[in-house]
């Protein structure tokens, strides 16, 4: 039992939770209808409009990333619309089984699972779009499960230039860890989920909605309740929620907010960008290979991978030997990659540790160099001190 | 600040937590895909069952009560099925609005807020349905909003005479506070949220499915992805959830829900029941109106008329002076009643506190007798002491 209260959490989600964000957490709830918690949803929804970069109104649904990127699709859009889906991983995939599920026509942009979307594919399609038909691009921003990040400024102004379609955004492992300039790109929905940049424990998700995708509600006609985003906007007018809210995880995103405006975006999203440096490096001096492409690296998450070894086992022996849960590979990687999640409220210590434990369980495993270790870790402080 | 600190919920939900459970909350999360969270899943699964005293699936999902109940009905009920709604407070008003925004046809069965639904308008239209129209019946068994406890088991006899509808009932605040008997009384869908006779925060809600209903199942039309039962079901065979669950909530359960093992079912409802009574034979020794009849109250909510004071100043009086938070009356009940919760986490100090703190307003504002409160407060022992 004492190692399970000293697990490292780096998987791409649930990510580690800070002390001052658990004890907010584990407070006595207070009434979801009263003034004190009206000052809890007006605090936080000013700082996610901040975290956001946004104008727009940022909505909290209790429930997953996977609700809030469902209550963007059947919001904005009606049965039979047609939406182009970008796929390069699984949650890419998931998302066109929520436009499927929906009745939704669905046009795929692939890119091979380690591979980034190319935003050409998406500029062809919107530019042969003269009739219109396209109501919605829905991508991924980070793909959490291959840890590539697909270049969403540029398709989002291939969007833009369509003029008509509505961008729905999962963001799920980019906000709160690099730049998702909501307002400057002209995002009209975007998705988030508590557990990841956020720091706080998995349960609260987050949709940005924009006026244009407000338009697009008036006529949509997918059946929705607890989904619904005009019950959220209209309450949200009053500080308040549409159905009983995760009160303790507004406490903990309240707090967790707070800590992310004292650190500052640009400092958060320069500390991700390094701890993803020093992991990629060090992977590389470590003679692993990388599963992504060095210039489509997530800021999250970094896929590994394990030709010549099982991941699971080896994540395993990194769980058992040092208390650090990595995330494996997922369908058809699964055994094939591990991930490193980086996401969140990670500290430098957390970045060599886990790079020493990679390290030490190769040199035993797989009889790597003493020197590559060596080599790898200071690798990662280079990237570090940067 | 330190009144915060020190509040007693007496509202219907949220309700109290316990320490135990608190701290089991603000413990660090753990992977959700991992061999630990596997075992709370399984532990709590079991518990779920022994609580709603079925063999069925009991399946949770991050979200609120709502989006139990939305899950339950969309499920399965495909557009344009013909359903009876129970309606006699605020929640059976949502379940009309959810089905008609499912493109259900609703028959409304009313009655009046204060009174129970009357089970023979049931047996009436279901009797009269020879081509079995009527795909389910949709009904609150403790509706919150007004106190009243419906007569469930004698409604749900008639669903079963009927042989073809299935029962879709919002438990929210009768599971955990008095007999729900899913198994004996052949309950298809039991609705729930975690935040009442659960003693969590809400953010978790809990759907018990019968073998009748899983069959409705596989014929349902109605669009869904984030609620859709059948990916619970799977997930919940490796003790898992289709999306990231709320971790935390989940330590929380797993430990309310062995409390309520270690009290025991029985007294768990006996404890209920007394401080029901002793709150009901208080409140009219203090001179004032019960706004439900004394044979069909609630076990967790009783609401209390203020005909000659506003209900919503008396809450805040009582808030401001004794930091005890009472519910007010909802809609156009708004400043008519106000509504003390006694479910969950309650004990007898909390009772004589409430009733001694109303009588003490009372007193001070409506020149109540000291005499009164002395008797309100015997009689309430009387009910406690049994």
Known sequence: MAI?????????????????????????????????????????????????????????????????????IINTLSKGDTVICGENGKFGERWVKVANSFGLKVITIKAEWGKPLNPNDFKEILEKDHKKEIKAVILTHSETSTGVINDLEKISSYIQNHNHALSIVDCVTSIGACNVATDDWKLDIVASGSQKGYMIPPGLSFVSVSDKAWKACETSDLPKFYLDLKSYKKSLLSDSNPFTPAVNLFFALDEALKMMREEGLQNIFARHERHKRAISYAMQALDLKLFAKDNHLSPSVTAIETKSFDAELFRKLIKEKYDILLAGGQDHLKGKIFRIGHLGYINDKDIISVISAVGLTLIEESNLSNDSLGKALKKAKACLMQ
Do not use: C, Y
């Open 4 to 72: 399970q209260k000293k697990l490292s959490l780096m998987i791409p989600g649930p990510t580690p939770v800070p002390e001052r964000v658990l004890q907010a957490l584990g407070s006595h709830p207070i009434g979801h209808r009263s003034k004190d918690f009206q000052n809890i949803v007006s605090s936080t929804s000013e700082n996610l409009k901040w975290l956001h970069q946004t104008q727009n109104d940022v909505l909290t649904i209790t429930g997953s990333g996977t609700a809030a990127m469902e209550a963007g």
